[in-house]
C-alpha cells in the first residue's frame, strides 16, 4: 500500500517549457487535490477533483489545467512555464468529498524550479 | 479574519516542557478540524482531527471551542521528534457536496536539548 506517490520528486525547467505532473493513489478515495506550498504562504489549493469525472479550480489555478484520469490518477499540467511557479507542489487524496471525514493524505511533494 | 490564523512562530523549548498551539477559524459553518504536523522538508501528515467534546492522543490534546471559532493543540512532555511545523486546517463547504481544507500557515516548533 503505497498511499499517494508522485513523480517526478525533483524538475528544473526554463520558462516557456511545459511539463506534466503525475500523482497516483491506491487507497481507492474519491477525491483529488494538487496545492502547491510556498515558503511564508503555506499549502494553497490548485485545482481538485471531486470525483472521477470533475475537476474544480481552486485558489490558485492560474497557469495550471489538470486531468482526471480515471479513480487512482490526477495530473497538474503547467503549459508554458514560469518563475512564479518555482514551489513544492503536493497531491493529495480523500476518502469522499461528501464522507464526514475530509482528511487528506499527501504525497511526497515534487519540487520544481523554473529559471 | 484570514480564513486560518496560527501563532506565527517559531515555538523553541527545552525537551520536557508543554507547548500549546492557538488558531482561529473565520468559517462559522466549518464542521470538521485537523492538526496537521510538516517535517522539513516533507509531506504533511494528519497528526490528530479535533473533535467538540476535546480529544486527546497520548501526550498530545487537541480542543475546539465552537462559538470562538478557537483550535488548540497541546503537547506535553516534549520530544526531539515533535521538532515539525503544526498545521491547523479546517474544512469548508466549497458546494455541491464537496469540501476543500484550509490551511493555516503552520506553527514551527523546535524541541531543543
Known amino acids: 500500500n503505497a498511499g499517494v506517490t508522485q513523480t517526478p520528486k525533483f524538475q528544473v525547467l526554463k520558462t516557456g517549457q511545459s511539463m506534466t505532473l503525475q500523482c497516483a493513489q491506491d487507497?481507492?478515495?474519491?477525491?483529488m487535490y494538487w496545492y502547491r506550498q510556498d515558503p511564508g504562504m503555506g499549502l494553497r489549493l490548485i485545482y481538485y477533483?471531486?470525483?472521477?469525472?470533475?475537476?474544480d479550480k481552486g485558489e490558485v489555478p492560474n497557469g495550471y489545467n489538470v486531468s482526471r484520469l480515471n479513480k487512482r490518477e490526477f495530473s497538474l499540467r503547467l503549459e508554458s512555464a514560469a518563475p512564479s511557479q518555482t514551489s513544492v507542489y503536493f497531491c493529495?487524496?480523500?476518502?469522499?468529498?461528501?464522507?464526514?471525514?475530509?482528511?487528506?493524505?499527501f504525497g511526497p511533494g515534487t519540487r520544481l524550479t523554473v529559471t | 479574519r484570514k480564513e486560518v490564523e496560527q501563532d506565527p512562530g517559531p515555538f523553541n523549548v527545552p525537551e520536557g516542557a508543554t507547548v500549546a498551539f492557538n488558531c482561529t477559524y473565520s468559517?462559522?459553518?466549518?464542521?470538521?478540524f485537523f492538526w496537521y504536523r510538516q517535517d522539513c522538508r516533507k509531506e504533511p501528515k494528519l497528526l490528530m482531527s479535533?473533535?467538540?467534546s476535546g480529544n486527546e492522543d497520548g501526550r498530545f490534546t487537541a480542543q475546539l471551542n465552537r462559538a470562538s471559532q478557537y483550535i488548540s493543540l497541546l503537547i506535553r512532555d516534549s520530544k526531539l521528534s515533535d521538532s515539525a511545523t503544526y498545521l491547523c486546517?479546517?474544512?469548508?463547504?466549497?458546494?455541491?457536496?464537496?469540501?476543500?481544507?484550509?490551511f493555516g500557515k503552520g506553527t514551527k516548533l523546535s524541541v531543543i536539548p
Open positions: 486546517v479546517v474544512n469548508k463547504n466549497s458546494g455541491a457536496g464537496s469540501y476543500q481544507l484550509t
Open positions: 493529495a487524496s480523500s476518502e469522499a468529498a461528501g464522507a464526514l471525514r475530509y482528511e487528506q493524505y
Open positions: 468559517n462559522s459553518a466549518s464542521q470538521s
Open positions: 487507497m481507492n478515495h474519491n477525491s
Open positions: 477533483s471531486a470525483s472521477e469525472g470533475t475537476t
Open positions: 479535533v473533535y467538540s
